[in-house]
């Protein structure tokens, strides 16, 4: 998963510039061209969001917007790779996605392997079903 992160200006709601899409389509194709590409989307700022607390049997409901601008996100892709390092490679190909200084984090999806013993047969049967049941309904 590539993540934007977001800065003060996405976060007051601040658009990209007519230039700044037409790179990242330009980027976007690129990328699924090369096969990579599984989703990439844009997020609204954090004062149109919610946060959903949890501790234990508990739940707080607390609407946006949130404080720490440096720990959000603006936008996300979904790649499948072959190793950090082309995800990097990619990254540094990417347009700046912010009008300024910004971030872009790159963090593994877990496999299924990822989860060892744990996952057990009756658990990966179950995640199988879930995932052809989400590609029947969506056609994806």
Not at 65 to 88: D, N
Not at 101 to 127: H, K, V
Request: charged content about 25%; glycine content about 8%.
């Amino acid at each position: 998963m590539v993540i934007v992160k977001a800065t003060a200006e996405s976060e007051a709601g601040g658009m990209p510039s007519e230039q700044l899409l037409t790179d990242m389509g330009n980027y976007n194709e690129a990328l699924a061209k090369a096969g990579i590409l599984l989703a990439a989307e844009g997020l609204h700022p954090s004062s149109k969001g919610t946060r959903v607390w949890f501790s234990g049997a508990n739940r707080t409901v607390t609407d946006g917007p949130f404080t720490e601008t440096k720990e959000l996100i603006a936008g996300y892709w979904l790649w499948q790779v072959q190793s950090m390092e082309e995800a990097i490679a990619w990254v540094k190909r990417c347009p700046n996605p912010m009008p300024g200084e910004s971030a872009i984090e790159i963090r593994p999806i877990f496999e299924a392997e990822d989860f060892g013993e744990a996952l057990t047969p009756e658990l990966r049967a179950q995640e199988e079903r879930l995932l052809a049941e989400t590609e029947k309904l969506t056609g994806r």
